[in-house]
């Protein structure tokens, strides 16, 4: 998707890209999967096997990047191809664990919530994606995903699918709802509406869960992302330049893997990144801070040519 509102120069982007390079060449990042690990290692990373520190020089970096296409293609749960649109699309997104009612009071939030979530997105016209929207606590976490996507699949008849999962146990299943679906393995390859991988953890590191969820999906060739809450003060540097090279980190160590798996395979960037509250450490949402980092990794992303989806809060 194309970012309409231009906060950063080229010479910023470059700066940008500069900053990153050094970071993934001389920092690294930590991949806790030992089998991404040895295919880094296997591709020209420098692999630290006790710290499970990966560094990857820039010119690994700079082949691996530019394998990934610079579209994300969309299907409908009757596998027809949905145009992605040409500037920006708006997705219903989210995995709060409170709804608050039309009287005020909040309550933990249900699959029932999921459910109207799906209906109110699929018939809204400027809703492009209908997702989740919650999380369903009224069902247990390990299975919470998965109900959530048969809730998408029965409610969301014409819109693009947008399956997550963010395990290997997760992507399992849910490669076995898709090829129920769409009448097999290889029909779920052809019009994927899996992606497999999820979010890192800031600063620099990726979860063994979402690595199993990531390999699993690529070396099916099925799309595959990562994204970013980088939040400055807390989990980066107290500059927005500063978080914004530390989530450019996390997502394009991600997508370097992804490519040396399957070389083509689609790949998506996303990020919520903010600046934490000073004067407690926690997360907001929706401040200026929150906006300004988003918009800019958007930028980024057209930068490199990668789709991307980021929070609107």
């Not at 999921?114 to 018939?123: L, T, W, Y």
């Not at 709802?177 to 899996?194: D, F, Q, S, Y």
Request: glycine content about 8%.
């Amino acid at each position: 998707m194309r970012s309409l509102l231009k906060l950063l120069s080229k010479e910023d982007m470059d700066k940008i890209h500069r900053a990153t390079v050094k970071v993934l060449e001389k920092t690294g990042v930590k991949f806790i999967h030992d089998e991404a690990l040895n295919i880094l290692e296997k591709n020209g990373a420098l692999v630290d096997r006790k710290t499970k520190i990966a560094k990857i020089p820039e010119a690994v970096f700079d082949e691996f990047r530019k394998k990934a296409p610079n579209e994300l293609p969309r299907f409908n749960r009757n596998g027809e191809r949905v145009p992605n649109p040409k500037d920006f699309s708006i997705m219903t997104f989210g995995e709060g664990t409170y709804f608050t009612d039309r009287d005020g009071t909040q309550r933990p939030s249900t699959l029932k919530d999921v459910e109207k979530i799906m209906i109110v997105g699929d018939a809204l016209e400027n809703v492009d994606i209908a997702w989740v929207g919650s999380m369903p606590t009224d069902l247990h976490p390990n299975v919470q995903m998965i109900h959530s996507f048969e809730v998408e699949i029965n409610n969301s008849p014409t819109k693009p699918m947008a399956i997550f999962t963010e395990s290997g146990d997760q992507m399992r299943y849910a490669m076995r709802i898709g090829a129920a679906l769409l009448g097999g393995m290889e029909e779920l390859r052809k019009t994927p509406v899996l992606v497999g991988g999820g979010w890192a953890t800031s600063p620099l590191v990726h979860a063994n869960e979402i690595l199993d969820s990531q390999l699993m999906s690529a070396k099916e060739g099925l799309p595959t992302l990562c994204g970013s809450m980088a939040t400055a003060i807390t989990t980066a540097p107290a500059t927005l330049a500063g978080t914004l090279v530390v989530w450019n980190a996390e997502v394009l160590s991600s997508l370097v893997l992804s490519q040396m798996i399957a070389p083509g395979v689609p790949f998506e960037v996303q990020c919520s990144g903010s600046a934490a509250d000073p004067r407690r450490g926690y997360y907001p949402v929706g401040n200026p801070e929150m906006a300004l980092v988003n918009a800019s990794c958007m930028e980024m992303s057209n930068y490199y040519d990668l789709p991307c989806l980021v929070a609107g809060c």
